[in-house]
């Protein structure tokens, strides 16, 4: 029997999760989970990239115990954030995280050297403040200086476990960087930040033998001799390949911190429609594009429950919404007031006070609120969707944690009018195993993954029931995303 380990690690919390082939299906195990926290220090916000690497190493010590003594292994986490190394290898400043603040007006300035269309057309990655090309551009110069390799986060764990320097592309082209005919890192993007393209490493593809653990770590923590296989090692790229997505004409979102909603092309769109709704065109796995748009997602209801002090586990936050009168509180998602409040709580009752709605109190209404909201969201990316692709969407298959939100399936199911095919849960370590299944022939390709995984896993369905005045509902909700 073959062993594959996915390593997980997302902006809370990261698991190794073991997958293997068993009578034709799928079957996978979380053997190590652990926190994953932002520190914040004098104003600033940085990852602690010593904790992940040092749990990557005690999930493969208890995979050895499990009496695993060879696996692949693949690594995916969220993306953008970056790691500077010297040349020696050694780390040349903390590793930052992209809710940090520096890079607030950072658009604004960079689009000084380079119009907003010119980047688009180059690149066909949406704006956000906290691209890396952004990050980059506010670096402390004396620091980038000094680099000699440029490594995103997976890219740099790959790094620290086999000696190997890559750039794997699917994360790679969320950076804001890589040019979509070129496929390379576009030269004026670098000459703005005064960088060059030996600075980073070579652009692999998912699917690509790494290398394997260096000896000297498997020696002296007594670990599983490992072959290191390059996933999608973006999280979303990875959530993507565990859709079940039957249906041809289907658009996915990947639910959790984030929502990431969006189809599968074959080639990028990267024109006038798609820049004025902010799309982006990231690369996915197997020659593919992750067509998309960024929504804040499950960050909303997260917040509320720290800001309640964890009084709700998030079940009972969706018991107490069922309480509350639907659409009765809404408001816009994307508000870039929600992105960092200090408390989200109160952030959404000034929001709805500010836009002469009833003000939600209640822990129920809250988030009754949040799911509403988020609902309402999903449908104006759907129809933006159909109208910049010209494609119609029949369905919408939800991954991640958001399809344990039956609440939040079903509203979605009836404001967007399509049915809802919901799961499974742990589509991004599913996705990251699929492609070292695929990599080591277990596999033939990502039709027959997909299948397997409708297959192995719990999926349900939901179908669209009758909302009362659904019209004058959204045309409200439309309203409240053209306020300023």
Known sequence: MRFHIAVDIGASSGRLVLGKMVNSKIVIEEIHRFENKIIRKDGE????????YNNIIIGLQKAAKLGIDKCTLGIDTWAVDYVLLDKHGN??????????????????????????????????????????????????????????????????????????????????????????????????????LGLKRSQFAKLIQPGQNVGSIKQSLKEKYNLPECTLI??????????????????????????????????????????????????????????TYRFLKNIIGLWLIQEVRRNYNNKYSFSELVDEALKVQAFKYIINCN????????????????????????????????SRCIFDSLALTYRRSIEELEEVTGNKINTLNIVGGGVQNKLLC?????????????????????????????????????TEARKLVRQSFKIDEYNPCKVKNLSGIYEKFLKLCILK
């Not at 509203?411 to 699929?434: C, M, Y």
């Open 45 to 52: 916000y940085f990852w602690n990239i010593n904790n992940l």
């Open 91 to 192: 780390r040349i400043s903390k590793v930052y995280s992209y809710r940090d603040e520096r890079t607030k007006n950072a658009i604004e300035e960079f689009s000084k050297f380079m119009s907003l269309e010119e980047i688009y057309k180059k690149t066909g990655i949406q704006f956000l403040n906290f691209n890396t090309l952004y990050q980059l551009y506010v670096h402390n110069k004396d620091e980038l200086k000094q680099v000699e390799k440029i490594l995103l986060i997976p890219d740099y764990l790959y790094y620290l476990l086999t000696g190997n320097y890559i750039n794997e592309l699917t994360n790679a082209s969320t950076t804001q960087l890589l040019n979509l005919e070129t496929k390379e890192y576009d030269g004026d993007l670098l000459n703005i």
């Open 230 to 287: 390059s996933v999608a090692t973006h999280d979303t790229g990875s959530a993507v390949l565990g859709v079940p997505g039957c249906d041809k004409n289907f658009a996915y979102l990947s639910s959790g911190t984030w929502s990431l909603l969006g189809v599968e092309m074959n080639k990028p769109i990267n024109n006038k429609a798609a820049f004025e709704n902010n799309y982006t065109n990231e690369r996915g796995a197997f020659s």
């Open 335 to 366: 508000d870039c007031r929600f992105i960092k409040p200090e408390n989200m709580i109160e952030e959404i009752q000034r929001y709805c006070k500010e836009s002469e709605q009833n003000v939600p109190h209640t822990a129920g209404e809250i």
């Open 410 to 446: 079903q509203t979605t199911s009836d404001v967007i009018e399509r049915e809802v095919i919901a799961g499974p849960v742990e589509s991004t370590a599913l996705g990251n195993i699929i492609v070292q299944m695929i990599s080591s022939f277990e596999i033939q390709n990502i």
